[in-house]
């Protein structure tokens, strides 16, 4: 009877042994499997991390571009801008352009007589136009310099003009004042109700 119940004991015993041991195995290969998952995918987020890291690091540049407030009518702020405000955002021109008549051309072309000048070198006084300007600029209107000095690689993108751009509307009206200054016939600032009201009569 007592060796009956010691055995039983002792196969209880092996049992729950069996168990544990069954246990302690399951529960110590999870601590393991887990840790190679984790090695795993850790793993694969380099291998697929990577590709994706680097669109997204230009994908921010066009985001930011895309949230960017829509490119604004610069006319209408061109008759509230000032010709002295235009030269002190002019600074961020000068280590490339002057502005003078007869100015030498520097990294980029003197910008004498730019406001509604066709783009060409020959009025540039030679100065070598990138091959995306040429062909992305016909006439350098107000729309144009608004577009091109918020961003240059909007009407040129693989233009030579490395500038970051003028984010505020204000700024670009105020240097294209100080272009205007420095033009000596600039075209009339044509408001586009005012054209379209034109052309309808
Ligand atoms: C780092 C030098 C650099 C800076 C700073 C710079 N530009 Fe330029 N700019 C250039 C170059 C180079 C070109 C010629 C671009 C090409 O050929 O694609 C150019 C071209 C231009 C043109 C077109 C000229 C033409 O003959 O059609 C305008 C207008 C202009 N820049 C205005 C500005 C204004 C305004 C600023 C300041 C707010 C400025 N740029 C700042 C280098 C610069």
């Known amino acids: 009877m007592s060796s009956n119940k010691f055995r039983s004991n002792s196969a209880m015993i092996a049992g729950f042994s069996a168990i544990w041991i069954a246990v302690i195995a399951n529960e110590t290969s999870h601590l393991f499997m887990p840790e190679n998952e984790v090695h795993a995918t850790s793993q694969e987020e380099v291998t697929f991390g990577y590709p994706i890291e680097v669109p997204a690091g230009f994908g921010a540049g066009v985001l930011e571009e895309k949230t960017d407030p829509v490119l604004?009518?610069?006319?209408?702020?061109?008759?509230?801008?000032?010709?002295?405000?235009?030269?002190?955002?002019?600074?961020?021109?000068?280590?490339?352009?002057?502005?003078?008549?007869?100015?030498?051309?520097?990294?980029?072309?003197?910008?004498?007589?730019?406001?509604?000048?066709?783009?060409?070198?020959?009025?540039?006084?030679?100065?070598?136009?990138?091959?995306?300007?040429?062909?992305?600029?016909?006439?350098?209107?107000?729309?144009?310099l608004n577009a091109y000095l918020e961003n240059p690689k909007s009407l040129a993108p693989q233009g030579n003009m490395n500038f970051a751009g003028l984010r505020k509307p204000k700024d670009r009206a105020n240097i294209i004042k100080y272009l205007m200054e420095k033009t000596e016939d600039p075209p009339e600032v044509v408001l586009d109700e005012l054209e379209k009201a034109e052309e309808g009569s």
Not at 72 to 90: C, F, H, N, W, Y
Not at 118 to 128: A, I, L, M, N, T
Request: hydrophobic share 30%; glycine share 12%; proline share 3%.
């Open 72 to 144: 604004i009518d610069i006319k209408p702020l061109l008759a509230d801008a000032s010709v002295e405000q235009g030269m002190k955002v002019a600074r961020k021109c000068q280590s490339c352009h002057s502005f003078d008549e007869g100015g030498k051309n520097g990294t980029g072309p003197n910008l004498h007589n730019i406001v509604g000048a066709v783009v060409s070198e020959k009025q540039r006084g030679g100065y070598k136009l990138s091959n995306s300007l040429l062909s992305g600029v016909d006439i350098w209107t107000y729309d144009n």
